[in-house]
């Protein structure tokens, strides 16, 4: 009888330690460098698929055109920028979710980088104007808009080919010369944030 | 009722084999430990190397800087708490430099969790760091440090036989320069 419940005790103890050892692998690559500023509003989505759907354009080809609605209210076409500005359109795939929540802020500090490529950023997510508005007071004072593209939904990102299966867009960088052409494409694994100095690299060649 | 317990033994041999390595890395070192080896360039900036007590070119690990204390931050370039604090963080540096009974006492690094050297560089200038920084592009050391999230202040108190201890730590919450220098010289008996 003590030999049976002796047993039963170790199973459960192994149960546990195979449960805890597996949360940590499901958990642990998406704590990676989240900021604090969140504390524990980020949903954890565990490790996804690293990209999830077919680009349906190409560097070289125009910059399909959209009009969205940014946080700040006005409406915002990426043709209004023709002849006048190097665009960079992110996409990052939800609000309130681990990688995306520290990419934006990032870029929040390199404006004068941008601006010395002649460049503006546009944030873009299929999320709605109340959530990405309370998402983005977390990140301080944006300095680029931040653009929804929930209805109809996620059609901007699904015209350049980066909705995924599940509604969410990918985390991918455009790079849209002064003429409207798309000069750079980085659909990155939707997992990692993209190298600052990969997408500096490409705006260095506009120049 | 050893055939049944042997199957687990053994999975639980495995699992701790795999798992307990990652789950030692996925607490972040506590008060009255020591530090996990963490190797770091020799800054080529001389400045720096000055600064640190370093010489030479290569790997140095933090308890082979020239400091009865070393303040270690934890921070991104993406994160905007970091760069809420930095300028207090800058302050904290030079009130340590103007005070001359622990300007060569206490000395302050900052590794930047998966930011690569770009992104570190960024940061240093947005902000106008002062002090050392080091990237930590691959998480490397964030993984080795148990994925803290930023920004995250280790207090490492360096002893008289070498050896080393955390005498303090915190995510988040920075007082301020002066209160945080306070609280350091404390804890590190620096007071």
Redesign the interface.
């Known amino acids: 009888m003590q030999?049976?419940l002796a047993?039963q005790e170790?199973?459960l103890?192994?149960l546990i330690?195979?449960a805890?050892?597996l949360s940590?692998?499901v958990l642990?690559p998406m704590?990676?460098?989240?900021?604090?500023?969140y504390r524990g509003n980020i949903y954890q989505v565990g490790v996804l698929k690293p990209i999830d759907s077919v680009l349906r354009v190409k560097a070289s080809d125009r910059a399909p055109d959209f009009t969205l609605s940014s946080v700040s209210g006005e409406k915002v076409s990426l043709s209004q920028f023709r002849g006048k500005k190097n665009v960079v359109l992110s996409f990052v795939p939800a609000a309130w979710t681990p990688v995306c929540s520290?990419?934006w802020?990032?870029y929040?500090?390199?404006k004068d980088?941008f601006s010395r490529y002649d460049a503006i950023l546009l944030g873009v997510t299929v999320d709605n104007i109340p959530t990405l508005f309370a998402w983005t007071n977390?990140?301080?004072q944006l300095w680029f808009p931040v653009l929804s593209d929930f209805w109809p939904h996620g059609a901007v990102a699904k015209r350049y080919g980066v909705l995924r299966s599940n509604g969410v867009s990918e985390r991918a960088l455009f790079v849209i010369d002064k003429a409207g052409i798309i000069r750079y494409i980085d659909v990155h694994d939707i997992n990692k944030?993209p190298?600052?100095?990969d997408l500096?690299g490409a705006l260095e060649k506009l120049k | 009722?050893k055939s049944?317990?042997i199957p687990?033994?053994v999975?639980?041999l495995l699992?701790?084999t795999?798992?307990l390595p990652?789950?030692a890395a996925?607490k972040p070192p506590q008060k009255g430990e020591g530090l996990p080896v963490i190797n770091l360039p020799v800054p080529k900036d001389p400045e720096e190397r000055n600064y640190l007590g370093l010489s030479g070119i290569g790997l140095f690990k933090i308890p082979q800087i020239k400091a009865k204390t070393v303040i270690v931050e934890f921070f991104?370039?993406?994160?905007?708490?970091?760069?809420?604090d930095a300028p207090g963080v800058n302050e904290l540096y030079r009130l340590i430099e103007k005070n001359p009974d622990i300007k060569n006492k206490v000395k302050l690094i900052g590794i930047g969790?998966?930011?690569?050297p770009?992104?570190v560089g960024?940061?240093k200038k947005?902000y106008d760091v002062p002090f050392p920084l080091f990237p930590d592009?691959d998480?490397e050391i964030?993984q080795a440090c148990g994925?803290v999230?930023?920004?995250?202040y280790m207090v490492v108190k360096m002893n008289e036989d070498g050896t080393h201890q955390i005498v303090h730590s915190q995510?988040?919450d920075y007082p301020g320069a002066e209160k945080f220098l306070e609280l350091i010289l404390n804890v590190s008996g620096l007071k």
């Open positions: 030999e049976d047993v170790r199973k103890r192994n330690l195979i805890g050892g940590v692998f642990a704590a990676f460098g989240l900021s604090e500023a520290d990419q802020p990032g929040n500090i390199a980088i977390q990140m301080g944030r190298p600052l100095e500096m | 009722m049944i317990s687990f033994a999975t639980a699992i701790s795999i798992v990652a789950l996925n991104s370039m993406y994160c905007p708490i970091c760069q809420k969790a998966g930011n690569s770009y992104e960024v940061y947005t592009k998480f964030h994925e999230r930023t920004p995250y995510l988040g």
